[in-house]
């Protein structure tokens, strides 16, 4: 079995350079830059190392295999992450599911709802019968084309985002002793929520996928942030107050990907 013996292969989309490191073949991203050491970056598309001008390519080599464990550790974590998310990609077609806070919900193409435009008239229902499982029914004849049917549900999901994360906002804010001024709402790839000394706050919408426990915590972070603007022990001492368990829940909004729309 030949395919059991190959070498494990992680190779970067802008990779210009490669090494073994134990037995695994990782074709990485070398840049050149003005830093005084070698730095290494591991991401969904691989290894990137950004190294001084004046390092030779056996001295990268050799910074990257005395790493070898962490880097391997690492792109295996990437991997496996990104495999996780391409198996939660949504089809969107009538009876496509997605996560929403935290359980799933189907979507239900429903013309009797009416059509008011890209939205759509939405609705979430329990099916009947059902105990747990939710339907959300959109307002597009069953001839919709996916795209239509993704803009509906997003539509929806922003709008019912924003009406959660206002009401734990109000939650939260009096208990940290904060005043927030402003919400809106983020679609960032690779950030949660930010916060201002302005009071402004911005949430990603696409936290609605999570339980309400993981929102509630995002929420008491960017809160938090209004106290204390670092991520020092102070802060993590201000957002325990309010949400004493919030390690656990960092650490599963951190191993559980949102679904992928696209």
Same mark, same amino acid.
């Given at each position: 079995?030949?395919? $059991?013996? *190959? ?22 991203? $070398? ?25 030779? $390519? ?8 005395? !790493?070898? =464990?962490?880097?391997?550790? !690492? ?18 077609? +009538?009876?496509? #599911? ?5 359980? %799933?919900? *189907?979507?239900? $193409?429903? %013309? ?5 435009? !890209?939205?759509?008239?939405?609705? #979430? &229902? ?18 919709? +084309? %996916?795209?239509?049917?993704?803009? &509906? ?24 002793? #904060? ?24 949430? +990603? ?24 603007? =670092?991520?020092? %022990?102070?802060?993590?001492?201000? #957002? ?10 960092? *650490? ?11």
């Amino acid at each position: 079995m030949p395919s $059991l013996l *190959s070498p494990a292969e992680f190779r970067h989309p802008q990779a210009s350079r490669e090494v073994l490191l134990g037995d695994a073949v990782v074709a990485y991203a $070398l840049q050149r830059a003005r830093r005084r050491t070698i730095g290494f970056t591991v991401g969904a598309d691989g290894l990137a190392v950004r190294a001084p001008s004046w390092v030779t $390519l056996g001295a990268v080599d050799a910074a990257l295999r005395e !790493k070898s =464990d962490w880097i391997l550790r !690492k792109l295996t974590e990437a991997r496996d992450r990104q495999q996780r998310m391409e198996g939660g990609r949504i089809v969107w077609a +009538n009876g496509a #599911v997605l996560p929403y806070l935290g359980e %799933p919900l *189907s979507v239900v $193409l429903d %013309p009797s709802h009416g059509f008011a435009g !890209k939205g759509g008239a939405l609705a #979430v &229902a329990q099916p009947e019968g059902a105990i747990t499982a939710k339907a959300l029914h959109i307002g597009l004849p069953h001839s919709a +084309n %996916p795209v239509q049917i993704r803009d &509906a549900v997003q539509a929806w999901l922003m709008r019912d985002a924003r009406r959660h994360f206002t009401a734990r906002l109000d939650h939260f804010a009096p208990l940290l002793g #904060v005043q927030w001024a402003s919400l809106r709402l983020s679609s960032a790839n690779t950030r949660w929520g930010s916060a201002k000394a302005d009071g402004s706050i911005r949430l +990603n919408w696409r936290l609605l996928h999570y339980r309400p426990a993981i929102i509630d915590y995002v929420v008491a972070h960017e809160l938090a942030h209004l106290r204390v603007m =670092d991520h020092s %022990p102070r802060f993590w001492d201000t #957002v325990a107050t309010v949400v004493p368990d919030y390690a656990q829940l960092r *650490s599963r909004l951190r191993d559980e990907p949102a679904p992928l729309w696209d």
